[in-house]
T-cell receptor, first 112, second 113 residues
Framework: DAGITQSPRHKVTETGTPVTLRCHQT?????MYWYRQDPGHGLRLIHY???????DKGEVSDGYSVSRSKTEDFLLTLESATSSQTSVYFC???????????FGDGTRLSIL | GESVGLHLPTLSVQEGDNSIINCAYS??????FIWYKQESGKGPQFIID?????DKRQGQRVTVLLNKTVKHLSLQIAATQPGDSAVYFC????????????FGSGTQLTVLP
């Protein structure tokens, strides 16, 4: 595995509060990704990064922002959480764009 | 096979039998395909991948078959074991493009004793 640690693993918060999820990798992979996983849907890409300070939007980026100030860390922020953002969030990394992505064990986020 | 919906397709097999899980992909430009296994409470785990210049690839107890004509991918698991019980899903992508894995919603495999 790619040595991916997500924190926190579980979080419950209230609508309107800011939330930051952290992904930390030890493999020096160039690419990092944030996905959300919901029942009835495959993994959906929120944002991804192709290098330090280089990020781009995925298909469900509204309401989310990301930052990557170091190779090993990729942060996902919900500026003002809404109930529709209740989900399981996965971070993934890959060495190159056409290599398999390897995943962390997820953060279960509940917004009440 | 896989479909988008509230309930995952399910496949139940007897321990020791072979399992075949199917996936229909959508983008004819996709040239890279991956199978993942996801156990409850865990992240997806890479099983095997295949590129479009191949139609078959084998790993340890697993084989992936690719039929580009009908845009179909299958995962065969030989001698299925209880530890193989999980959700399996495929992903399609385009080589050289960083963002592009598109994931299916998965199939729940249950191994019966």
């Amino acid at each position: 595995d790619a040595g991916i640690t997500q924190s926190p693993r579980h979080k419950v918060t209230e609508t309107g509060t800011p939330v930051t999820l952290r992904c930390h990798q030890t493999e020096n992979h160039r690419y990092m990704y944030w996905y959300r996983q919901d029942p009835g849907h495959g993994l959906r890409l929120i944002h991804y990064s192709y290098g330090v300070k280089d990020t781009d939007k995925g298909e469900v980026s509204d309401g989310y922002s990301v930052s990557r100030s170091k190779t090993e860390d990729f942060l996902l922020t919900l500026e003002s959480a809404t109930s529709s953002q209740t989900s399981v969030y996965f971070c993934a990394t890959s060495d190159e764009g056409n290599q398999p992505q390897h995943f962390g064990d997820g953060t279960r986020l509940s917004i009440l | 096979g896989e479909s988008v919906g509230l309930h995952l397709p399910t496949l139940s097999v007897q321990e020791g039998d072979n399992s075949i899980i199917n996936c229909a992909y959508s983008n004819s430009a996709s040239d890279y395909f991956i199978w993942y296994k996801q156990e409850s409470g865990k992240g997806p785990q890479f099983i095997i991948d295949i590129r479009s210049n191949m139609d078959k690839r084998q790993g340890q107890r697993v084989t992936v078959l690719l039929n580009k004509t009908v845009k179909h991918l299958s995962l065969q698991i030989a001698a299925t074991q209880p530890g193989d019980s999980a959700v399996y899903f495929c992903a399609e992508g385009i080589s050289g493009s960083a963002r592009q894995l598109t994931f299916g919603s998965g199939t729940q495999l249950t191994v019966l004793p």
